[in-house]
């Protein structure tokens, strides 16, 4: 599973790389476009504000597999490790059910309904493509959040067993 992971946070992090690199181009030619050539692009700006999102959300789901995710460790902190652990594998539980319903299941919706859809500013577009950021996020986000239980479990299942005295002679 260790593998599969670094693989998935190489494909990410080259999918970042590379929307970050390409985000950076279209906002410099449409700043170009705008204040040099007095002539600003729809497409140009409308792409951006793609590109932005799919980096956000790749970005996101990059922080997930890396446990870098904004949340409150002072209680986390206070706590035994196996009282610690517990509530990481609650906590990831609690996240994977959202990943799974809101990104994967509800996105795929959107992605289904607006599949017909095309964009003003971009026409070879669909609104649907635009939406396959949030199931493709939430695929990602999702198995990071199960590798992330997994691996929680193992730790607190260690804290468990190396807790109790040791039985033999």
């Known amino acids: 599973m260790e593998t599969i992971k670094r693989r998935i946070d190489q494909i990410l992090a080259f999918c970042c790389i590379l929307l970050c690199g390409l985000l950076t181009v279209v906002v410099t030619w449409q700043v170009v476009a705008r ?3 007095n002539s600003p692009g729809a497409q140009s700006e409308e792409l951006a504000k793609i590109m932005f ?38 906590t990831s539980v609690l996240i ?58 193992r730790r607190l299942a260690g804290a468990i067993l190396g807790e109790r005295p040791q039985q033999g002679g």
């Open 35 to 37: 204040y040099v050539l």
């Open 53 to 90: 999102v799919w980096l956000t959300l790749f970005s996101a789901a990059l922080l997930f597999g890396e446990k870098g995710h904004m949340n409150i460790g002072i209680l986390c902190d206070a706590l035994p490790t196996r009282w610690n652990l517990s509530l990481q594998i609650l």
């Open 96 to 153: 994977l059910i959202f990943c799974f319903a809101i990104l994967v299941v509800g996105g795929w919706d959107a992605v289904g309904r607006t599949m017909r859809q095309t964009n003003a500013a971009i026409p070879y577009l669909s609104t649907g493509q635009i939406y396959l950021a949030l199931p493709i996020c939430g695929v990602f986000s999702s198995f990071y959040c199960v590798y992330n239980i997994v691996t929680d479990f």
